[in-house]
């Protein structure tokens, strides 16, 4: 907007100066004082007029002259009818005063005039032809640039990103190392006999750094690296996107060695074929070309190509052979190492209290990518601004990752008694359930404070780190999340609508024990249902039914007896353990928020520790002192579904929306796909 607005004012002075000038050379009479008609007349016939002169102009006379008595510089002007009444008053006057009168020729336009009053129209049509093209440009159509390649040369000195910057990825940022190493000396790896990759792909789950690593070694390489998002080379115009994947590689070859970078490949590298909508040329024709460069240029030319995405089973496999893209590095989310990395890097300008313990922040994050602890750490910074506060510290932490879960809490909020009872102890009979069986996760913290559409929620961290679930923590899974159902009808002989999430969540924990992971003994180990789907909307678009109803049925009866005896089990434990539910309950109706060594305390002596809760906490004066986030690192899933399919959360957040009555939109965390299996408990809205 700014760049419009300067043009327009350059425009509009250059027209201003043109007119300037044509005024200029079109004015160069002698200053003079108007006059009517009537007034000359008066004082030609009074005699007052001593000298004048007239000029015939269009159907009048400009008559110019002197009056008596009057300065030697000054003089007056005014125009006459040309009339032959008018030319015999003024005969008949300056014959009888004896005034000297001088007829000039009619006035001659000026060269400069006619040359500029010509040439003005043409000149204004050209500035208004050009403006226009110049904004059809700037707007992203490049209408005399159709073809021209959209990249970017990276050489923003003062903003290099270097690998030491990158945090939680070291075996990744290996991987790009050897490909910076081979631009810097290519003659180590020429002597064994090595070639390096001609391309590079990044793949993995949104914000665990993909470009991030791209910039680093953009920052490191020390050579031209040319960034390019995957939209920009496809236009409504069909051939357009081929000419750009053209230039792109033609100005690459001039200054090679280089790498060229290219951001959500999926835009453009979607695999080709009919599918929903029919094909698209103009995408077909710009993957056709990018093919045909990537695998076209020689072994020495030095061009080394860097894509990045975070949807790979969508992309065409000619565009993943060797010789293509030769390499796929997984960039995955960080483990607790890597995230307490990831937080020292973003923790850098931030001033942090002596009581900030990352490591601990790192342990409480699992499943968080590396844009996410970002973000909780500027959310931390901006609660710490609120409240003017000089440091950040513990509480300003938890609060931020209380905010970055389940939203800010709502302490306006007007709950009746009943439904904070029911609250309650639907949160504790998750709690309780927690606590008793052996392959459940530990209780880390649970709430009835309100944050966003949930009325509580508990958050559970398991025992330890695990890449695959068992068919018992599955069972006992499946039997926390029944857990809020089963005490409401325990306590109150009623059901409300807030464990919607729980029950939407087991079911789909027991469909995947029955058709994916093979844990039904009835049906045996056995997938039923395979993933398909063609080309744009990608893979996960619809599913195949590859069995009869007959088994349908029958894996319909099987979700149904696993969900009906964890749900028996879950009737036993909380009768057996009513006494716990009940002191739970009724100290979270007091103190409203519970972490896991009060909830232990309570367990075993009915009672909550003696401890200061305000040293335990930094300080903390604010009314959210009794919300402290912890959050629960969830098993990854890599034996069980491929990289793509994986979860983006590891939380257990269990949450309680009986205050809201409607099921909620989002549960803790924003995701970007559906929750697969070893993760499916991780959010549980209840």
């Known amino acids: 907007m700014n760049r419009i607005f300067r043009n327009t004012i350059f425009y509009l002075l250059i027209f201003l100066v043109i007119i300037g000038i044509v005024s200029i050379f079109n004015n160069n009479n002698e200053p003079a004082e108007n006059i009517t008609q009537d007034q000359f007349f008066k004082y030609l016939e009074n005699g007052e007029v001593v000298t004048l002169s007239m000029q015939p102009e269009r159907f009048v006379y400009e008559v110019k002259g002197q009056l008596k008595n009057a300065e030697k510089d000054k003089f007056f002007l005014t125009y006459v009818t040309n009339s032959n009444n008018a030319v015999e008053r003024i005969d008949e006057a300056t014959a009888e005063n004896n005034v000297k009168v001088e007829v000039l020729p009619a006035k001659e336009t000026s060269g400069w005039v006619t040359f500029f009053t010509s040439i003005i129209p043409f000149v204004i049509i050209f500035i208004l032809f050009f403006f226009l093209l110049n904004q059809a440009q700037g707007g992203g159509s490049r209408v005399m640039n159709f073809g021209k390649s959209k990249a970017k040369l990276y050489n923003d000195d003062k903003k290099k990103v270097r690998f030491k910057d990158v945090a939680g990825a070291d075996e990744e940022k290996q991987e790009l190392v050897e490909v910076v190493e081979f631009l810097k000396d290519p003659r180590k790896f020429a002597e064994l006999g090595a070639r390096i990759p001609k391309g590079v792909l990044l793949v993995g789950p949104p914000g665990t750094g993909k470009t991030l690593l791209a910039r680093a070694v953009a920052g490191e390489a020390g050579v031209p690296f040319f960034s390019i998002s995957g939209s920009d080379f496809v236009e409504m115009f069909v051939g357009v996107g081929a000419s750009r994947v053209r230039d792109l590689f033609e100005n690459a070859k001039k200054n090679a060695p280089c790498i060229i970078f290219i951001d959500e490949i999926d835009a453009v590298g979607r695999q080709r074929g009919a599918g929903l909508g029919g094909g698209h040329d103009e995408r077909e024709q710009t993957l056709n070309q990018l093919l045909v460069e990537m695998d076209g240029f020689g072994a020495n030319e030095g061009i080394i190509i860097v894509a990045a995405t975070n949807r790979p089973d969508i992309l065409d496999p000619a565009l993943l052979r060797p010789g293509r893209f030769d390499r796929q590095i997984t ?326 929306d009986s205050a809201d009555q409607t099921p909620p939109i989002a549960e803790g965390r924003p995701q970007d796909k559906p929750l697969s299996l070893p993760n499916e408990g991780d959010k549980k809205n209840l």
């Open 331 to 656: 960039v995955g989310r960080p483990d607790v190492k890597g995230r307490e990395a990831v937080l020292q890097v973003h923790a850098r300008n931030k001033p942090l209290a002596d009581s900030v313990d990352l490591k601990a922040i790192a342990t409480r994050t699992p499943g968080f990518s590396g844009a996410d602890l970002e973000n909780l750490l500027n959310e931390a910074a901006l609660v710490a601004a609120r409240q003017d506060k000089k440091k950040i510290d513990m509480s300003d932490l938890d609060e931020a990752s209380d905010r970055v879960i389940a939203g800010p809490a709502k302490k306006s909020r007007v709950i009746s008694k009943k439904e904070r009872n029911i609250v309650a102890f639907h949160e504790a009979g998750h709690t309780v359930i927690g606590l008793v069986l052996d392959e459940a996760e530990t209780v880390h913290k649970v709430t009835i404070v309100p944050r966003g559409q949930a009325g509580g929620y508990a958050v559970m961290l398991p025992k330890e780190d695990r890449f695959f679930m068992t068919k018992p923590e599955l069972l006992d899974k499946i039997v926390g999340l029944l857990g809020g159902r089963v005490a409401e009808e325990v306590v109150f002989g009623e059901a409300s609508t807030g464990a919607h999430n729980d029950f939407q969540r087991a079911t789909g924990i027991a469909r995947r024990m029955v058709t994916e992971f093979g844990m039904s003994e009835k049906l045996g180990p056995l997938q039923f249902g395979q993933s398909q789907g063609q080309v744009f909307l990608g893979r996960d678009f619809n599913n195949e039914q590859n069995y009869s109803d007959a088994i349908a049925y029958e894996i319909d009866l099987e979700i149904q007896r696993i969900i009906k005896e964890c749900y028996e089990r879950a009737h036993k434990i909380l009768n057996e353990h009513r006494d716990k539910l009940d002191i739970i309950a009724k100290t979270l109706l007091e103190v409203e928020t519970l972490d896991a060594a009060q909830i232990k305390h309570l367990a075993d002596h009915g009672t909550l520790p003696e401890r200061d809760y305000k040293a335990l906490n930094g300080n903390i004066d604010n009314d959210d002192v009794k919300v402290n986030i912890n959050t629960k690192k969830e098993e990854k899933e890599a034996l069980l579904k491929p990289l793509e399919e994986r979860t983006p959360e590891s939380l257990e957040v269990t949450r309680d």
